[in-house]
């Protein structure tokens, strides 16, 4: 017998998938007949680019790049060109020297999480009022991590907004179910309009005109997405979206976000329009977090050798400090798991998700394995219970918020060491 009913199912999917939760009214049966119909149909749309052809968008150039280049085993050439660029020409302000006169580069990274990312936001507002919170180099997010990314980059100025962004909103801010029988044509379980008309209300020209000006300093905003056609990530330099004189760089921009927080099935994929040859293709983009909960750019360029190029005449080697927020545990938290198909799911995903953020820590510390870098993160903490695992419920943002700007302003502690990892 099936217990569950659509109401549950569709709200547990939403919580397994880390976005808002979806409300069907009527029976589980039904649901799974229509996805079964609904994989026979699909939306019309043109035929994707060739495979391996470096491209931009329409009116746009070098804003964007292949980390992975056409094979996995050959990194793309095109992300140590861009950054050496970033180092050659920055303003002193892109860096810090500590009392004993090394230099020091701070960098930041933010996870994706879903609504979790409300304990970021408030980690950045309590580091601010704090003290101490350094002015980053180099700022990347994923997900829920590229909407906080341009705040952070931007930084405390940016603080209220941020504050707002993240405990102002509820589930009705970011999508709107499909109605079932919709579900057939469908490419995604509900409407993102609401997503959209939030991301627009907070990224605005203004914004883009900060982040230029920054980038013309020497530093980057980069966000991950994922291109599905090509089965591989893209970074996309934002700060070069907004440098750019097109007049499309806002929407653009925008677009960036939204495919860097569009999960599979649950929000409707970005589809962005390229030339090639006079006939127009349609690229796929999808939540960088297919690919990474988080990132960073250190792995795949020799940092100290491009260092040394931009400034020959320091006396001491530059240290390199990556900070990582983790919106979301890296903790196990067990409960009993009934024998449903919504139950099963939700835990399957939520841990592959968990993992797979743990998984990337790993990665990113073969850079302070390799003395490239020097790693520092932080994840909730097991001592933080939510009320409720309703993702996108306003009370428990609040209540995140709160708790991650309370404990940023005692002093973050930052961890060092991968979650289990013992040298």
């Given at each position: 017998?099936?217990?569950?009913?659509?109401?549950?199912?569709?709200?547990?999917m939403?919580?397994?998938?880390?976005?808002?939760h979806?409300?069907?009214?009527?029976c589980t049966?039904?649901?799974?007949?229509l996805l079964?119909?609904?994989g026979?149909?699909?939306?019309?749309?043109?035929?994707?680019?060739?495979t391996?052809?470096?491209?931009?968008p329409?009116?746009?150039?070098?804003?964007?790049?292949y980390p992975?280049?056409?094979?996995?085993?050959?990194?793309?050439?095109?992300?140590?060109?861009?950054?050496?660029?970033a180092?050659?020409?920055?303003?002193?302000?892109?860096?810090?020297?500590s009392p004993?006169?090394?230099?020091?580069?701070?960098?930041?990274?933010?996870?994706g999480?879903?609504?979790?990312?409300?304990f970021?936001?408030?980690?950045?507002?309590?580091?601010?009022?704090h003290?101490?919170?350094?002015?980053?180099?180099?700022?990347t997010?994923?997900?829920?991590?590229?909407?906080?990314?341009?705040f952070?980059?931007?930084?405390?100025?940016y603080d209220?907004?941020?504050k707002k962004?993240y405990t102002?909103?509820?589930a009705e801010?970011?999508?709107?179910?499909?109605?079932?029988?919709?579900?057939?044509?469908a490419e995604?379980?509900?409407d993102?309009?609401?997503?959209?008309?939030?991301?627009?209300?907070?990224?605005?020209d203004?914004?883009l005109?900060?982040?230029?000006a920054e980038?013309?300093k020497?530093?980057?905003?980069?966000v991950l997405?994922?291109?599905?056609?090509?089965?591989?990530p893209?970074?996309?330099?934002?700060?070069?979206?907004?440098?750019?004189?097109s007049?499309?760089?806002l929407?653009?921009?925008r677009n960036?976000?939204i495919?860097?927080?569009?999960i599979?099935?649950?929000?409707?994929p970005?589809m962005?329009k390229?030339t090639?040859?006079?006939k127009?293709?349609?690229e796929?983009?999808?939540d960088?977090?297919?690919?990474?909960?988080?990132f960073?750019?250190?792995n795949?360029?020799?940092i100290?050798?491009?260092?040394?190029?931009?400034?020959?005449?320091?006396?001491?080697?530059?240290?390199?400090?990556?900070?990582v927020?983790?919106?979301?545990?890296?903790?196990?938290?067990?409960?009993?798991?009934k024998r449903s198909?919504?139950?099963?799911?939700?835990?399957s995903?939520?841990t592959l998700?968990?993992?797979?953020g743990?998984n990337?820590?790993?990665r990113?510390?073969?850079?302070?394995?390799?003395?490239?870098l020097?790693?520092?993160?932080?994840a909730?903490?097991?001592?933080?219970?939510?009320?409720?695992?309703?993702?996108?419920?306003?009370?428990?943002?609040?209540?995140?918020?709160?708790?991650?700007?309370?404990?940023?302003?005692?002093?973050?502690?930052w961890?060092?060491?991968?979650?289990?990892y013992?040298p």
């Amino acid at each position: 017998m099936i217990k569950t009913t659509c109401r549950s199912a569709s709200r547990r999917m939403a919580i397994a998938k880390h976005h808002s939760h979806l409300r069907l009214k009527t029976c589980t049966p039904l649901i799974v007949a229509l996805l079964f119909l609904a994989g026979c149909a699909e939306l019309l749309r043109d035929p994707a680019p060739p495979t391996g052809m470096p491209i931009q968008p329409d009116g746009f150039d070098h804003v964007r790049y292949y980390p992975i280049g056409g094979e996995l085993d050959k990194p793309s050439s095109e992300i140590p060109l861009a950054l050496d660029r970033a180092y050659l020409n920055e303003t002193p302000d892109n860096y810090e020297f500590s009392p004993d006169g090394v230099p020091i580069y701070n960098y930041l990274a933010v996870s994706g999480g879903g609504s979790d990312g409300a304990f970021g936001a408030g980690l950045l507002n309590g580091w601010s009022k704090h003290g101490g919170r350094p002015q980053f180099k180099i700022v990347t997010g994923v997900s829920t991590g590229s909407l906080i990314a341009p705040f952070a980059f931007l930084g405390p100025d940016y603080d209220e907004q941020l504050k707002k962004a993240y405990t102002t909103i509820s589930a009705e801010h970011i999508a709107i179910a499909h109605d079932l029988f919709a579900l057939i044509w469908a490419e995604s379980l509900s409407d993102n309009k609401p997503f959209q008309e939030l991301v627009s209300g907070f990224v605005d020209d203004k914004m883009l005109d900060r982040i230029a000006a920054e980038h013309a300093k020497g530093r980057r905003l980069l966000v991950l997405t994922t291109d599905l056609d090509r089965e591989q990530p893209v970074i996309w330099d934002m700060g070069a979206i907004a440098s750019s004189k097109s007049k499309d760089r806002l929407k653009l921009f925008r677009n960036v976000l939204i495919a860097s927080a569009s999960i599979p099935t649950i929000f409707p994929p970005v589809m962005l329009k390229v030339t090639i040859d006079g006939k127009q293709r349609d690229e796929m983009h999808v939540d960088g977090g297919v690919f990474a909960q988080s990132f960073f750019v250190g792995n795949q360029i020799n940092i100290k050798e491009i260092v040394h190029e931009a400034h020959p005449d320091w006396q001491k080697p530059a240290v390199q400090r990556l900070y990582v927020i983790r919106n979301g545990w890296i903790t196990p938290k067990p409960e009993i798991v009934k024998r449903s198909l919504a139950d099963i799911s939700m835990h399957s995903i939520n841990t592959l998700l968990k993992v797979s953020g743990i998984n990337d820590l790993y990665r990113l510390y073969v850079g302070d394995l390799g003395g490239e870098l020097e790693l520092r993160y932080i994840a909730i903490p097991k001592t933080y219970v939510p009320l409720t695992m309703e993702q996108f419920n306003q009370q428990e943002m609040i209540r995140e918020f709160n708790f991650g700007e309370k404990m940023a302003m005692g002093g973050i502690q930052w961890r060092r060491l991968p979650p289990g990892y013992r040298p």
